[in-house]
């Protein structure tokens, strides 16, 4: 299976990244691992064992992997969903934004958070994987570590 890179939405000047994100049609996104390390072999376990859980896909507010794409045996990346809006930070940073609609923000970051299964984690939980959307919905993304 062959995918579009013509539409990249990676973070190119992320000397850390570890992966390569392209915008597919119909609002899907691949994710591909491009650097291979324990912490990417934890992560697709991690995709492997929760990512198609039941218990997180019944939560909207977190885009889990829709698929894993493998190589052969491999596994070398996902889909998943693409969210519209601006990062955490860019939402809290933006000066115009009513303080009282940034808490707003975090009390239903927390709802959301609270909402997961005790037995799920999220160990990458920071405000560039949080998504706001223009209406103030959130949504946890980068759900595979």
């Known amino acids: 299976m062959e995918f579009l890179r013509d539409k990249e939405i990676s973070q190119e000047n992320n000397t850390n990244a570890t992966t390569r994100l ?3 049609p119909n609002d899907i996104v ?3 691992y491009v650097i291979w390390n324990m912490t990417t072999f934890r992560n697709i376990l991690s995709l492997l064992v929760v990512g198609h859980g039941r218990h997180i896909r ?3 507010q977190i885009v889990a992997a829709k ?10 990346g996902y889909l998943m969903e693409y969210c519209q809006g601006q990062t955490l930070w860019s939402f809290l ?3 115009e934004t009513a303080q009282t609609v940034k808490r707003d923000c975090f009390q239903n970051l927390a ?3 609270n909402r997961m299964p005790k037995h799920i984690f999220i160990g990458d939980l920071h405000g560039a994987n949080v998504i706001v959307s223009e209406d103030g919905a959130v949504r946890i993304i ?3 570590g």
């Open 22 to 24: 392209w915008i597919q």
């Open 30 to 32: 691949y994710k591909e």
């Open 58 to 60: 019944k939560i909207h």
């Open 142 to 144: 980068d759900v595979d």
């Open 67 to 76: 698929k894993i794409i493998f190589r052969g045996l491999i596994p070398v």
């Open 93 to 95: 940073a933006d000066s």
């Open 111 to 113: 709802a959301v958070i």
